[in-house]
């Protein structure tokens, strides 16, 4: 059996590679599902890892969701509850993780009889209970490294998220799609401050589709007004 570590390039999985690394512990291959909609500053990061797992030995794979997650999200035909149907399943996030379920299915397919390294960390108890089972290995837990801790290992190892200046972990709880529809109203007036170049992008997607961006009640064009009126 191999050894493999999921990786999103967020700061968890990446203070857990690091230090999966730095102390020798059996470590087969990367393997990281580029959903085509992250920030730049993770594939940065992931030009910066390669060459050290190259260094290291260690294969590198990227998995990819079966068709773009921009048409999955506008164009794809599909059937709703009630018998009609739709042009894409709209924003991803909320009940509707159409794309973190393709995601969670194409990494446990591809890990599936071998070692999974998953990084979730020592104060996440609920995530960890719950994903618990098979071959799932959570170094991070073992080591009682927090969140915290796993943010401080990365930035002392020289690995920030850096976009456009902006630092992104202090101005968002967590650096996953820029277009995930669970970033909490904070992020969001985040985005719409210090993020001009992703608020745009979200605008555009927020005039393809009806369904308002936040708790299917707000458009991204709502929250510029609040935010505008906010500041
Ligand atoms: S991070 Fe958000 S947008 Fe991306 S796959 Fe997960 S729920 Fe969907």
Known sequence: MKYIASISF??????????????????????F?????EFECIYKLRDKILPILKEHKIKYTELRPKEPFFYTMFYKPVKKKDGSSANGYSWCGGRCRWGTTEKLKAL?????????????????PQRLNKERKGNKLFPLAEWEMTEKDCLKY????????????????SILDRVSCWCCA???????KNYYKYLPFYWGKLKE?????????KYNKYTVFDLEERFKNEK
């Open 108 to 124: 446990e397919k591809y890990s599936k009889g071998n070692y999974e390294y998953v990084g979730i960390a020592y104060d996440e």
């Open 182 to 188: 669970n970033k909490n109203l904070k992020e969001l």
């Open 33 to 37: 599902y580029d959903t085509g909609m």
């Open 154 to 169: 990365c930035y002392d190892k020289g690995f920030n998220w850096n976009e456009n200046g902006i630092e992104l972990y």
């Open 205 to 213: 997607l927020q005039s393809k589709t009806s369904r308002p961006m």
């Open 10 to 31: 967020g700061k968890d999985s990446l203070a857990m590679l690091l230090r999966l690394i730095e102390e020798n512990k059996p470590l087969d291959e990367v393997v």
